[in-house]
């Protein structure tokens, strides 16, 4: 059985000397060396490790997880780990799904869901003070009973927190009208490697040099551990409207997209489905692709928004309305995570793909990453929708699966190699690798070609600045030695 991913030294215990200093930072109630706690750390909804666990392989071990209660037991155990040269990989929810929270050097797993408390809500001016681990429902139920929403509504709320939303630069589903994470968050604390804090000043905007919360937003935990934010926040909306439509075409599909967003026109939800999703998603015949639109707010900004693409729709060769109802089919099953799992047992390898590019790209990336991820041995389906849009482009959702033989080499090498076409297509087309699920390890070994040598030096730089012994969250968004491919 392969248990590690990483270096040989994953898994092994920790020091006597450092386990003491942890259990005087947090408590000996919170320094866990062994149970499910620690197994649990070892994983998250990476998809291809829901396949090593069937076949009996672990992806990662901490030696121990740790839970502080704290910003400043956060600071002691960060002074203790940088100090003792220990890794520390922070987690939230562990819904991420490119193994970021997978510790693959070991050490510890930080557990930040004790950071549960939501601080401050601010309706006069929009805001919302929080620790980092409140999970999504008891934020968004905390601001509704303020009649204020959050406006973040990733597929996994339920399973995911607000620490993680930012670690990642995750985007919700209603992202058209609230904007992605790095749109919503005004201020961070964050820990420093050696146990420093930082807290910026969470003002609406600022002149004062370059933003110094931006380089945490997106970091994954590499970078700093993120135990507190201020969220930008909204009055509830007072209106909602739905409505279908099915067109010929997915291009013209993206099309209409790109045209609402141009009127300035920004409902909530406008979804685009290709003719496979369409079918599987909306029982739609596989040659219709479905345009799902939820549009929000004050009872006239709706009524415009619906007439904006109704309109835009109604210029497109072969468009029909369909049944509103198709909406209310999304929303039921928006967030049902369950599928995934089934499919697994079933010996599918499967996985999702984001990225984003500017809309003259988005036609020729989909049809690249489509033909090249189907032309992989065993590829079985690879279908797409578009979930978020923008003035400039959009994001676009893939999803591939397929069947290859059972052992784990071949499982790795049809992965890697639906991955590799994937990522090709993407960045040969100028669009970006990731939209929101981040890079984590899966998508490690593509950062040099996404950011350029110069770009990854400035990363590496602000690595080696911020956490000079590499503790924090090590090997993930290609800054280490592990770039993923395949077990080793
Ligand atoms: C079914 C499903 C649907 C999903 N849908 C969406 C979606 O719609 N939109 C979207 O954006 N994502 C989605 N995701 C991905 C995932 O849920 C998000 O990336 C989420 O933001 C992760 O939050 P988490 O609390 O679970 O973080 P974790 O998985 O615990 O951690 C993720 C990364 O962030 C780091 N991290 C976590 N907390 C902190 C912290 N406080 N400080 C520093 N680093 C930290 C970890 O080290 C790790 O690198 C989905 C995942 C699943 C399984």
């Given at each position: ?8 030294d ?7 000397a ?9 408590g000996?109630?919170?320094?866990l ?9 070892g994983?998250?909804w ?9 076949q009996g ?6 030696a121990?997880v740790?839970?502080?209660?704290s ?6 155990v ?9 890794p520390?990989?922070?987690?939230g929810?562990?819904?991420?799904v490119c ?10 797993s ?10 401050d809500i601010?309706?006069e001016n ?12 008891d934020?968004?139920a905390?601001?509704a009973?303020?009649?204020?929403t ?5 597929q996994?709320?339920d399973?995911?927190?607000?620490g993680?939303?930012?670690?990642c630069?995750?985007a919700?589903?209603y ?8 749109d ?5 604390e ?20 370059p933003?110094?919360?931006r ?6 935990g590499?970078?700093g551990?993120i ?5 930008q926040v ?16 997915f ?5 209409v ?7 300035g026109?920004?409902?909530a ?10 079918a599987r998603?909306?029982?739609l ?5 479905a345009?799902?639109?939820?549009a ?7 009524a415009?928004?619906?007439?904006v693409?109704?309109?835009?729709v ?7 309305t369909e049944?509103?109802a198709?909406v209310?089919?999304w ?10 799992h089934e ?8 996985d999702t793909?984001?990225v ?5 790209r988005l ?8 033909k ?5 041995d ?9 979930s ?5 482009g959009g994001?676009?959702?893939f999803t591939f699966?397929?069947?290859?033989d059972p052992?784990?080499e ?6 890697d ?5 994937a990522?090709?297509a ?5 669009g970006?690798i990731?939209?929101?699920h981040?890079i984590?390890?899966v998508?490690?070994?593509?950062m040099?070609r996404?950011l ?12 080696a600045?911020?956490d ?9 968004l ?7 491919q395949?077990?080793?």
């Open positions: 059985m392969r248990v590690r991913l990483g270096s040989a994953a898994g092994s215990p920790l020091s006597d450092v386990l003491q200093r942890l259990e005087a930072a947090v000996p109630d919170h320094v060396v062994e149970g499910d706690a620690v197994d649990d750390a994983h998250d990476w998809p291809l490790t829901l396949v090593w666990d069937r392989d672990r992806p990662a071990r901490p121990a740790v839970r502080p209660g910003t400043e037991e956060v600071a002691a960060l002074t203790a780990a940088s100090a003792e040269r220990t520390v990989t922070a987690f929810g562990r819904s991420g193994g970021g929270s997978l510790p693959v050097r070991g050490g510890i930080l557990d930040l869901t004790r950071l549960d408390e939501i601080v601010d309706s929009l805001m919302c003070r929080t620790q980092a681990g409140v999970f999504g429902p934020y968004e905390a601001l009973d303020a009649g204020l959050g406006g973040h509504f990733p996994s709320i399973l995911s927190t607000v993680g939303w930012i670690a630069r995750g919700g589903q992202s058209n009208r609230y904007g992605k994470i790095e919503i968050v005004r201020g961070l964050v820990v420093l490697a050696d146990g420093r804090v930082l807290r910026t000043n969470p003002v609406p905007a600022a002149a004062t040099g933003d110094l919360m380089p945490f937003v997106g970091s994954e590499t970078l551990i135990t507190e934010a201020t969220m909204w009055p509830r909306p007072r209106a909602t409207e739905k409505r279908a439509w099915s067109l010929g075409r291009s013209d599909g993206l099309d997209l790109r045209r609402t967003l141009r009127a026109a920004h409902p939800c406008l979804r685009l489905y290709d003719g496979p999703e369409s998603s909306f029982s015949p596989d040659d219709r692709n345009l799902v639109l939820l929000e707010g004050e009872p006239d900004e709706v415009w928004q619906v007439e693409v109704h309109d835009l109604g210029d497109t060769f072969d468009a029909r049944d509103a198709l209310d089919r929303l039921e099953h928006r967030n049902d995570v369950s599928a995934l499919v697994v047992a079933r010996g599918i390898v499967v793909i984001e984003s590019a500017p809309w003259s036609p020729g990336i989909y049809d690249a990453v489509q090249d991820v189907l032309a992989v065993k590829a079985l389906v690879c279908t797409a929708h578009s978020h849009a923008y003035p400039s994001c676009l959702y699966a397929g069947m290859p052992d784990p071949a499982v790795d090498a049809f992965y190699a639906c991955w590799d076409k990522m090709a993407v960045t040969g087309a100028g970006a990731s939209h929101h981040g984590g390890l998508r490690a070994r593509f040099q996404e350029g040598e110069t770009g990854m030096g400035v990363l590496s730089a602000m690595k600045a911020l000079p012994h590499g503790i924090l969250n090590p090997d993930k290609g800054l280490g030695s592990i770039l993923w395949g077990r080793h």
